[in-house]
Nanobody
């Protein structure tokens, strides 16, 4: 497990953009597949986006496809989630998660596959 810290949450208006960051001091970060998940009050944690090692493989939840972009900078040990055209239904606590993988293309939509988690950052989208 590695320590992950999220940054960038806040209160925005519908249609605004926000970029979340997730950083770690883990030296093997470049071998970690990373994911973003979110959890709204009273709801289960849900998948948002995931990215493989190198950043060439990505996948998105249908609800955010075309609006959110996941990316990573292995030199900075950081993964990002660019969120555009935000909607009130995007309001949730957002968590980054990591999983060491031997395969550069590996990624997963299942939270159970990840063994490192951040503490979360709140995103609130006002209507």
């Amino acid at each position: 497990q590695v320590q992950l810290v999220e940054f960038g949450g806040g209160l925005v208006q519908t249609g605004d953009s926000l970029r979340l960051s997730c950083a770690t001091s883990e030296r093997t970060f470049s071998r970690y597949a990373m994911g973003w998940f979110r959890q709204a009050p009273g709801k289960e944690r849900e998948f948002v986006a995931a990215i493989g090692w190198i950043g060439r493989t990505t996948t998105y939840a249908d609800s955010v496809k075309g609006r959110f972009t996941i990316s990573r900078d292995n030199a900075k040990n950081t993964v990002y989630l660019q969120m555009n055209s935000l909607k009130p239904e995007d309001t949730a606590a957002y968590y980054c998660a990591g999983k060491f993988s031997l395969l550069s293309s590996w990624l997963s939509r299942s939270p159970a596959e990840y063994d490192s988690w951040g503490q979360g950052t709140q995103v609130t989208v006002a209507s």
